[in-house]
């Protein structure tokens, strides 16, 4: 077997050099027929030529064909050859594999036990994965009517062959709240109900509706369309995968002030959002630029906003936010105060301090306070994860001290710019409190004053390491954003850098380490929007998502080897999902390609 992978993995080899080299490559039928069964070139063998370029030789190639020879499998129980990756991402935490080829009916029914059988929620998901496994080939009375169209109106004999024909779906609850730290766990089963029978099934059991998802995921990316039989297929049956997140909190923000993202973009971010089985979308509605979201109570508010246009209607959040319930994924909003908020008093110029000093918001009024609680009110309608965010970053209070009325307001009360800053932070998570949000704020507010904020606070670590350590020591929760790695506005990090940051950095007590309930990437907005905002965020998000959802030490090692060709196909999935991700091998993101070449290679 061993001798066997050997040859498979030269015989590889063999055409990346042709690739490289500008030269014909002749591979045996039997070998490359034994190729992995993701390489959409296999089939095109036994020769294989390609364009001839100025560019010289492609180092990435060469790089990826030295490390053909020694590639590590991610299950230590597999083999050695690139056959032995599990093409999966994120990497579940447990699973195994045989060796059979399985196809599965293009009319695959759902057979639902429980509330598998009775969620909305999940009929509707599976519907949307069935279209999405059987995308060419199409299903039903589609795939029917292009047959006998293409037969001249003599209609073929549907084979009964197939070997999967269902997917048996278990979920236990019967809830579907989605709270944070819900039960995301599942099993997913593809073989032989006793070992001996010719049937085959496939099942997901989890506890929740939303373990469930997760499970149509892992299962729709092993279900690969054969372009020689022009049928799907599953390798490497029987399945056995029993999975869990590493962490309850996998986010991406996305920022919809600086540049204003339609509805549609934003669906779209969340749809790519559950293929890597993210499951918070930070939603940094308002900013200091414009502000979009219609405030019932606050009419005037988003007269802030760029145009007319260019707004979010209560009834748009809405859509967002159940779009996003459906895909398993909550929506955390953030309305960022005291700074970040001249947009504002566009609307209501009583926020800003005065006229030339438009922000901070106006610390002394009432009216400021009152119009934060009466829109956290409408908010909460809308939004019903337990998180909000109330950002409290990059605060420059030079307008509290210049401004006449303010600077005799902190002398009637003895206090200091940065007291203000801590009194306005402090009012304004006592009305998140009180309308049942657990409030998130940015390290800042952390480093200010650790010891008057609230206890339920969780501290978002934005501006570089030491901040979730510090802040766990002294039991507050943490979200781990470090700019230096998961900002995706910063072009030049590399995979490999955000794939290899982690949350717990730094955190040796294991009490201590469930205090970070996770991490985000953040997509900031002053340099993307709808035309390049998607890739921007992939494929490095995924390297966070990796790193978020799988076990620690089954992600760790040689990246080079185990992770950069799993994340290749990843990004050629998104791809093939409509997805607009960029190549992996860029050295600043959301860069084209630099000449032609397989998606599976650049």
């Known amino acids: 077997m061993v001798a066997e992978g050997g040859v498979r993995a030269r015989a590889f080899a063999c055409y990346l050099a042709s690739v490289v080299n500008n030269t014909h490559c002749f591979i045996a039928p039997s070998i490359s027929s034994s190729l992995p069964h993701f390489f959409p070139f296999r089939s095109n063998l036994p020769t294989i030529t390609k364009m001839k370029t100025h560019h010289g030789p492609n180092l990435p190639v060469i790089f990826l064909i030295l490390a053909l020879f020694t590639l590590l499998p991610l299950n230590p129980a597999a083999g050695a050859d690139a056959s032995t990756l599990t093409y999966l991402w994120p990497l579940p935490a447990d699973f195994d594999s045989g060796e059979q080829t399985l196809s599965v009916d293009p009319d695959l029914a759902l057979v639902g036990d429980g509330n598998g059988g009775k969620s909305a929620i999940v009929k509707d998901a599976f519907d949307r994965y069935k279209g999405i496994i059987f995308k060419r080939g199409g299903s039903g009375s589609r795939r029917s009517l292009a047959l006998e169209r293409f037969t001249g109106g003599r209609k073929g004999k549907r084979s009964a062959s197939y070997d999967i024909a269902g997917l048996k779906i278990v979920v236990h609850s019967e809830s579907e709240e989605l709270a944070l730290g819900v039960d995301e766990s599942y099993k997913l089963f593809i073989g032989k109900s006793d070992g001996q029978s010719i049937i085959w099934e496939a099942t997901i059991e989890a506890n929740t509706i939303y373990g469930a998802l997760r499970g149509l995921e892992t299962f729709s990316q092993l279900c690969i369309f054969d372009y020689g039989t022009k049928s799907v297929q599953i390798h490497k049956a029987p399945w056995y995968v029993q999975d869990k997140p590493r962490f309850d909190y996998r986010g991406m923000m996305i920022d919809t002030s600086r540049h204003y993202?339609?509805?549609?973009?934003?669906?779209?971010?969340?749809?790519?959002?559950?293929?890597?089985?993210?499951?918070?979308?930070?939603w940094h509605i308002i900013d200091e630029q414009s502000f979009p979201l219609e405030v019932p109570s606050y009419p005037k508010l988003w007269k802030g906003s760029y145009s007319n246009w260019e707004r979010y209607t209560v009834e748009d959040a809405y859509e967002i936010v159940n779009f996003a319930k459906s895909r398993g994924i909550n929506v955390m909003a953030e309305v960022d105060v005291p700074g970040?908020?001249?947009?504002?008093?566009?609307?209501?110029?009583?926020?800003?301090?005065?006229?030339?000093?438009?922000?901070?918001?106006?610390?002394?009024?009432?009216?400021?306070?009152?119009?934060?609680?009466?829109?956290?009110?409408?908010?909460?309608?809308?939004?019903?994860f337990g998180l909000f965010h109330l950002g409290g970053d990059e605060v420059n209070t030079d307008c509290w001290s210049s401004t006449p009325h303010i600077k005799k307001w902190l002398a009637e009360r003895n206090l200091t710019t940065k007291g203000a800053y801590e009194y306005f932070v402090l009012k304004a998570q006592e009305i998140a409190i009180s309308k049942g949000w657990t409030p998130v704020n940015w390290e800042e507010t952390f480093n200010a004053f650790p010891s008057g904020l609230n206890p339920k606070t969780i501290v978002h670590n934005w501006l570089g390491g030491g901040v979730c350590p510090a802040a766990v020591a002294k039991g507050f929760r943490c979200i781990f954003s470090n700019q230096g790695f998961w900002y995706l506005d910063h072009l030049d990090v590399p995979w490999e850098d955000v794939y290899t940051a982690d949350p717990v950095e730094g955190i040796f007590d294991a009490s201590k380490q469930k205090l970070v309930i996770g991490g985000e990437v953040c997509m900031w907005g002053e340099t993307a929007d709808t035309s390049d905002v998607l890739q921007t965020i992939w494929p490095r998000a995924a390297a966070a998502a990796e790193r978020l959802w799988s076990k620690k030490e089954d992600i760790s090692g040689n990246?080079?080897?185990?992770?950069?060709?799993r994340l290749h196909y990843f990004r050629c999935l998104l791809n093939r999902r409509g997805v607009a991700a960029a190549p992996v091998n860029n050295k600043y993101a959301r860069q084209p390609p630099i000449g032609p070449g397989s998606c599976y290679l650049q």
């Open 261 to 282: 993202l339609p509805v549609a973009v934003i669906k779209q971010i969340i749809e790519s959002m559950s293929y890597a089985k993210f499951n918070v979308l930070h």
């Open 340 to 384: 970040h908020a001249e947009s504002w008093g566009v609307g209501y110029p009583d926020l800003w301090p005065s006229s030339s000093c438009r922000e901070p918001l106006d610390v002394t009024k009432n009216f400021t306070f009152d119009l934060i609680s009466g829109m956290l009110s409408d908010m909460r309608k809308i939004f019903p």
């Open 559 to 565: 990246i080079t080897l185990t992770a950069l060709p």
